[in-house]
C-alpha cells in the first residue's frame, strides 16, 4: 500500500490534492488544525485514510505529529506540504510575534518534518515531496503579507537543497496563480476577479484540478526534480 502524507489537508486545495491521491490507490495521512472535517472525505467515498490534528505553531505538537506517523507506517511515499498561515491585515507595522508563529507554521515545520521523515521516505520505490508555494514568491507580494510571501519564497530554496541532499528523494514546488475557491472568491466583487482573470493569458482563474493534476504529474514522472511549476495559466509571463 502506497502512502501520502498531506499537510493542510483539509484546507481547499489540501483536500482536492487528497482526493486525487485517493484516486490513485495512495492511503493517507491527513493533517490538519483545527476543526476536523472527516466527513469530508468520507462523503468523496474516500475510505482509506488517517486524521491527525497537529499545530505547526507548536514545537511539541510539530513532534507529536512525526511520531504519529511512525505508528501507522512503515513507508512515506509521498509527502504533499500544503498548510500554510497568512498574517491578518495589520497594516505596515512589522511584528515579530506574528512573524515567528507565520514562519515556524509556513517554514520551520515543512524542514523538520520533512527531516524526520526522510529515512520512511526512502525505503520507498518513488519517493516524492512537494511544496505548493505562492505567485507572491516572484512578484506579487507587499509589506502587507510580507510574512506569508517570504516564508513561501523560502520553500523553493529549501526544495532545491533537499532535491540534492536527499536523493533519491525528490524535491519540487507548485505555484499556484489565482485559485477558483470559495476563499479566494470570498469578498471579491466581479469586477476585481475579471482584473485577475486578464492578467493571464489563459484569462480564467487556476481550477483546484489543474493543481492535482500537477501533483499527479510530478509523481508520475520521475525526471522531474529541483524544480518550480507554476500553475497560473501565465499568469506572471
Not at 123 to 128: A, D, L, M
Not at 162 to 183: H, K, L, M, Q, W
Amino acid at each position: 500500500m502506497k502512502t501520502a502524507v498531506v499537510t493542510g489537508a483539509y484546507s481547499e486545495i489540501g483536500l482536492q490534492i487528497c482526493k486525487g491521491l485517493a484516486s490513485q490507490g495512495y492511503k493517507l495521512i491527513c493533517q490538519y488544525s483545527s476543526i476536523e472535517k472527516n466527513y469530508i472525505l468520507q462523503n468523496e467515498g474516500i475510505t482509506d485514510f488517517i486524521s491527525a490534528k497537529a499545530d505547526f505553531s507548536d514545537d511539541k505538537s510539530v513532534k507529536q505529529f512525526i511520531d504519529f506517523i511512525y505508528k501507522k507506517t512503515d513507508t512515506v511515499d509521498i509527502l504533499v506540504h500544503c498548510a500554510a498561515k497568512h498574517e491578518k491585515n495589520t497594516g505596515y507595522k512589522i511584528e515579530q510575534l506574528i512573524f515567528d508563529v507565520i514562519a515556524h507554521v509556513n517554514l520551520f515545520s515543512p524542514i523538520f518534518i520533512t527531516q524526520n521523515l526522510i529515512d520512511l521516505m526512502k525505503k520507498s520505490g518513488n519517493p516524492c515531496i512537494i511544496f505548493v508555494s505562492s505567485t507572491y514568491y516572484k512578484q506579487l507580494g507587499s509589506l502587507k503579507n510580507i510574512y506569508y510571501a517570504s516564508t513561501k519564497t523560502a520553500l523553493h530554496t529549501v526544495s532545491r537543497i533537499f532535491a540534492r541532499e536527499y536523493s533519491p528523494v525528490r524535491s519540487n514546488v507548485i505555484v499556484p496563480g489565482f485559485v477558483d475557491t470559495p476563499t479566494y472568491n470570498l469578498g471579491r466583487n466581479t469586477s476585481q476577479i475579471d482584473l485577475d482573470k486578464k492578467a493571464s493569458l489563459n484569462k480564467i482563474l487556476v481550477s483546484p484540478q489543474a493543481i492535482v493534476e500537477t501533483v499527479l504529474f510530478i509523481i508520475k514522472n520521475k525526471s522531474i526534480n529541483g524544480t518550480t511549476i507554476d500553475v497560473d495559466g501565465g499568469l506572471l509571463i
